[in-house]
């Protein structure tokens, strides 16, 4: 596999976030395993050729396809504009976090939120042992260096993979403050690691996803640690963003150090988007 390295240019900042570019390869993987992680939270192990995998950042992600019915699930040939299907044949195309893969065991898992609506989510409801899943990626990788004082996390179960990883990633010893909003206290996930995490849960408990006050509110009464932070936020996409202008216009946080994803969008199919 070759890797080029695209930025920075001028590598005069050593908490710059690098990006780094993969060769695009396109897996048919099968079902392995099933494990239903928490009630909404279903973990696929997934098997096949892993060979040149490879996802540098916590917050990378693969393409997964979902074919229309009837349409047997294949890799597409790749084009000059990304991968090629047969009219009637295109597939719906969602993202999803590499959480664990083993390259020489040939697998992969990926964590899917059951939210009830789409057709990942109903891929993910429905799909046994032997069931086949075509991924894409990742296509590129976000590395952001160690090297600030403190991180900042915050999402909702769309991130926690990311999150995940990046609790599991982190150097002995880092300070970490992650925010994490899910239905109920059967929702939390804990994670190995040896950073010095402060890990708070807020429950929706029936409030909609995506249409909360729940994370803002708890970032405006958090104490945050002193020195530079770095601030990765994931998940519904108005939450990514005012939680982004919380802390840049009332926190004192530098742009240039927050992240917010907009994983998915209240209402909206097939939406993601950076800020
Ligand atoms: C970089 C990236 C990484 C991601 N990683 C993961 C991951 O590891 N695991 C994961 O589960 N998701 C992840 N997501 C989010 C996932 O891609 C979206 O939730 C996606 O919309 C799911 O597709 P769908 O087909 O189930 O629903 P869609 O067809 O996209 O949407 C159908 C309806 O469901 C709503 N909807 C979508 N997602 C949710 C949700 N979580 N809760 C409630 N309503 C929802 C939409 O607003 C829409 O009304 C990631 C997104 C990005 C951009």
Redesign the pocket.
């Known amino acids: 596999m070759s890797e080029t390295v695209s930025e920075p240019s001028a590598p005069a900042d050593p908490r710059a976030p690098l990006r780094v570019r993969h060769d695009t390869r396109m897996r048919l993987l099968t079902v392995e395993a099933i494990t239903d992680i928490t009630p909404r939270?279903r973990r696929f192990r997934l098997t096949g050729d892993m060979a040149g995998f490879a996802s540098l950042g916590h917050?990378?992600?693969i393409k997964a396809f979902?074919f229309p019915e009837g349409v047997e699930p294949k890799t597409p040939p790749i084009g000059p504009r990304g991968a090629e299907f047969a009219p009637g044949e295109r597939p719906?195309m969602?993202?999803?976090?590499p959480?664990y893969w083993n390259v020489a065991e040939g697998w992969i898992e990926?964590?899917?939120?059951l939210?009830?609506?789409?057709?990942?989510?109903?891929?993910?409801a429905a799909a046994s042992i032997g069931s086949t899943l075509v991924i894409g990626g990742p296509r590129g990788s976000l590395v952001v260096p160690a090297a600030f004082d403190w991180y900042l996390l915050a999402g909702?179960?769309?991130?926690?993979?990311?999150l995940g990883r990046r609790i599991e990633e982190l150097p002995a010893g880092a300070p970490i403050l992650a925010v994490i909003e899910v239905e109920d206290e059967a929702e939390e996930q804990r994670f190995e690691t040896k950073a010095a995490l402060t890990l708070r849960y807020v429950h929706r408990k029936g409030l909609p996803?995506?249409n909360n006050s729940l994370l803002l509110d708890a970032l405006r009464t958090a104490a945050f640690p002193l020195g530079a932070a770095y601030a990765y936020i994931?998940?519904?996409a108005a939450m990514a963003q005012a939680l982004r202008a919380h802390l840049t216009e009332e926190r004192g946080f530098d742009p240039a150090y927050i992240k917010a994803?907009?994983?998915?969008?209240?209402?909206?199919?097939?939406?993601?988007?950076d800020h």
């Open positions: 939270m917050a990378d992600h979902f719906e969602r993202d999803y976090t959480r990926l964590d899917f939120v939210h009830g609506d789409g057709p990942a989510s109903g891929w993910a909702d179960e769309t991130a926690l993979p990311a996803a995506g994931a998940g519904e994803a907009g994983y998915w969008r209240l209402g909206v199919a097939d939406a993601h988007e």
